[in-house]
């Protein structure tokens, strides 16, 4: 045990205190806690891009240039100062109400509105003159002018994109309640006999901001909707006021101990994705670290140093145990930073720390399973290139649990979900994927059971290793074959 413990200690140092792991382990998550830190003390999100000013063309073949007196109000500065105030107000008041703002200063939330500005496009409207466009030669050749910089933007509009749909006697009457967009937008192109949809043409500046992209096409559409609502007979104000205020649900979560808080459901999806990312990098380091480590010993021959003082097989746990390490300072470091932000960002109380300890427990076999194989083709060959004819097995573990992920996360309480929690190679990822979701509890009784299956494959695999390992470590030349490798395993 002595023995095991000192090259166990070796193995880590050699690893851990070398100054690329130091960088990557330690000073990387460090730096990017002080820079996250940094930029929210200081308001360096705050940061202004520029603001949109310069000469639009436009071809208005609407009745009573509609479209060009529409657009030449909407943008005129006096206007654009009105509605930043309004929304300045209307987004301050949804701070006040926010459960938040209780745990919020003064100086935050005004820091949180400094923020919001830039985000928002506040202030980001300059001086825009719209040029009109008398017929379609003279907006063929504006083209020539916005590609020389001349123009920012070039817009052809007309009585093609105010066409009302024509709905049959069936749509009339019927009622769509769904929230998937791809069904709405499915409904939506439902209008009847085959007719031209409502479209319009816009031409800009290469260097135009998408932003200031957005807010003109947006513009133009707002003002062709409310033109067709009005057609259609509709109170534009009526419309665009109940389309504001849609109902918004005031959602929460009681908790089993009686506490209600604030629901995230959105980064409450994510989760799943969080703790599984954090397991595998994780555990694939540290097995990355034992082939590459094997690999320099053999070649360099240390290997023959170390065994003339250090059975195979306590070699093999002294490495095992001490890459372990590594990946545990590894999954130590980027789940403290991740609780870090999560505690900056108020979520800490959305993420289940119960289950914290559980995936230390999942990430030992997901190591150990990893590794051992990796310590097992390390022995077998000389040189990186070789491995990689070894590597099918280690590639298939890894690629699985990706492959998994997605039908996990949508129902980890499935039959698949629960015959993959009992696969020794995907065990552990699937298992803190089903943790991490507290609508789908998973029974102690399962957690247990898992638990043992893992480890169960862990002490097949090592056995396995171990043959390998004390055939194939002081063996040089050819590499071996996968027949090569069973026949070892059969013989050893």
């Not at 928002?120 to 409207?125: D, F, K, T």
């Not at 049959?168 to 031209?196: F, H, K, N, Y």
């Not at 259609?232 to 649900?249: F, H, L, N």
Request: net charge negative.
């Amino acid at each position: 045990m002595r023995k095991i413990f000192a090259a166990a200690v070796r193995e880590y140092r050699t690893t851990a205190l070398t100054p690329a792991f130091l960088i990557g382990a330690v000073i990387l998550p460090v730096a990017i806690w002080g820079i996250i830190a940094a930029v929210a003390g200081l308001g360096l999100l705050t940061g202004e891009k520029a603001v949109m000013e310069g000469r639009i063309a436009i071809l208005d073949e609407s009745e009573d240039q509609l479209f060009f007196k529409a657009l030449t109000a909407h943008f005129d500065p006096e206007a654009q100062r009105a509605r930043d105030e309004k929304r300045r107000e209307q987004i301050q008041e949804l701070m006040d109400q926010s459960p938040m703002s209780s745990m919020m200063s003064e100086e935050e939330k005004q820091r949180a509105m400094r923020m919001a500005a830039p985000l928002l496009g506040l202030e980001r409207i300059g001086e825009i003159v719209f040029e009109p466009l008398e017929s379609e030669e003279q907006f063929n050749a504006a083209r020539d002018r916005l590609g020389a910089g001349e123009l920012r933007a070039l817009i052809r509009v007309g009585e093609s994109t105010l066409i009302l749909p024509e709905l049959t006697e069936a749509e009339q009457q019927e009622v769509i309640i769904d929230d998937d967009p791809l069904l709405q937008q499915a409904a939506a192109s439902r209008q009847g006999p085959m007719q031209s949809k409502p479209t319009f043409r816009f031409a800009h500046a290469e260097d135009l901001d998408s932003d200031h992209v957005r807010a003109l096409r947006s513009a133009v559409a707002q003002i062709a909707q409310n033109e067709r609502f009005r057609r259609a007979g509709m109170d534009v104000a009526m419309v665009r006021a109940i389309d504001r205020s849609q109902p918004e649900p005031q959602t929460t979560v009681v908790t089993s101990r009686g506490e209600e808080r604030e629901s995230r459901a959105e980064f409450q999806r994510m989760m799943p994705f969080i703790f599984m990312m954090l397991l595998f990098t994780a555990a694939v380091t540290g097995g990355q670290y034992l082939l590459m480590g094997t690999l320099e010993e053999k070649g360099s021959r240390v290997m023959e140093v170390l065994l003339s003082a250090i059975s195979p097989m306590q070699l093999l746990i002294a490495k095992l145990v001490g890459q372990g390490l590594v990946g545990l300072t590894i999954l130590v470091m980027y789940t403290g930073l991740g609780l870090l932000l999560a505690d900056r960002f108020n979520l800490l109380q959305l993420i289940p720390m119960a289950q914290v300890g559980w995936m230390v427990i999942y990430f030992l076999i997901a190591y150990a399973f990893l590794g051992a194989m990796m310590v097992a083709v390390g022995a077998a060959v000389t040189e990186i290139r070789e491995a990689q004819a070894l590597y099918a097995p280690i590639t298939f573990s890894m690629i699985l649990p990706f492959v998994l992920m997605f039908p996990i996360i949508e129902n980890p309480a499935s039959i698949w979900a629960r015959i993959f929690s009992y696969f020794p190679p995907t065990t552990p990822f699937v298992m803190v994927m089903r943790l991490s979701q507290p609508a789908y509890p998973v029974p102690l009784w399962e957690i247990l059971a898992t638990i043992v299956v893992g480890f169960a494959g862990v002490v097949l695999v090592t056995i396995a290793a171990a043959k390998i390992f004390r055939v194939g470590v002081l063996m040089y030349g050819k590499p071996p074959s996968m027949l090569t490798l069973l026949k070892w395993l059969r013989e050893a």
